[in-house]
């Protein structure tokens, strides 16, 4: 260390580089503007350009800090990520039933647990974490035991992939639930994971054959460690029900209701492809033509609408008896057969004015039926034949 006297006073030169000749100005002593007598010079500390140890203490805490947050953060996304994964949600013992059903289901390739019990959107999600503490507080403090507590599922969040409902089906039975717009869980509450005694022995709550009794009692026993004595009801959606536990049959009971019916929420009608004739199943109406012919003859064994469709090249003799009073002749000569309700076109077969035209709507004169004519060529009297 030197000290060199300059204009301002004396400059303090330190030599405590890594190598040598290396110096370094640590301050200047001012004794300018004074005499030996006054008061000690003052000492005016500059840097030459490196950290102090105090500038170095603070940047690393700040770069500890640092890394703190940035491993918290990455923590904190892995686990709000594997949380939202469904496997994550088996992981209680309680819950392994629905699990080992929800793979069984139709929703393992199209929705996670979160997509039916949380809200969508980042904000909902993240939203319901600190609701979801509720589910591990009870894991450790109540009834633990499957099955728990029911879960309630807006109907929001069914539309997002089921969007096409149609709530007014015309069934032949009363679906008054749908006509009220019922929720969809009212009938589907277990939608997505079906427990079934396979789901159940998979997850090792039920052990089937031997324990199970070979009826159904309508309660299911406890046979296995953690597992309540509940009805069918409370794991088995409806859709799984026999019909006939709800629904009375509207006509003669002809076998059971899924040899005709869907079991879907719709419950269409389907004729069975095994029901060769209309006849097995229907009894023909009061005011049916008398005709010793197979239904099948004159209607389809299909279809949703059952409108009445004239088969092929049939002749109507074969089932319509022509009126009293009526032209003698093949119907076909003034009759069509085309489609269902067509409006028929009569086909004089000759004579002047209003005959003429050959082909006009039976309703010209007919309005009301064959035998009360409007037209006044007829003097009001049903024609014998022009």
Sequence with gaps: MMCVRGPKGYLSIEYSGARAGEAQVTDILDTSGGSSDSAPPKRRRFSSGAASPDQKSRIRRWLIWGGVALVGLAVMTGSLVYTERSDFCKSCHEMTPYYSAWQASGHVSKAECVDCHVNPGVIAHLAHKPIALKELYNHFTKDNRFPNYGVEVPDSRCVGCHPKVDKKIGTR????????NARCQECHATAGHEVSLASLSAAGILKTGAGMP???TGVTPSVAPGHKTVVCQKCHDQAKMKCSLCHQAPHDKKGECSDCHTTSGAFIFVHPVSKADCGSCHKKPAKHPATTAACSNCHAAGGKSWAFAHPAGADCAKCHKAPAKHYGTGCSSCHSVKVPFAQARFRHPGG??????????CTKCHPRSYAAVSCTCHGGRAPRGD
Excluded at 173 to 180: E, G, M, P, R, Y
Excluded at 352 to 361: D, I, K, L, M, N
Aim: aromatic share 14%; proline share 10%; glycine share 4%.
């Design 173 to 180: 039975f009363s679906h008054v639930l749908h006509q009220k």
């Design 214 to 216: 070979p009826v159904p």
């Design 352 to 361: 002047t004015g209003e005959h003429s035209y050959r082909s006009f709507a």
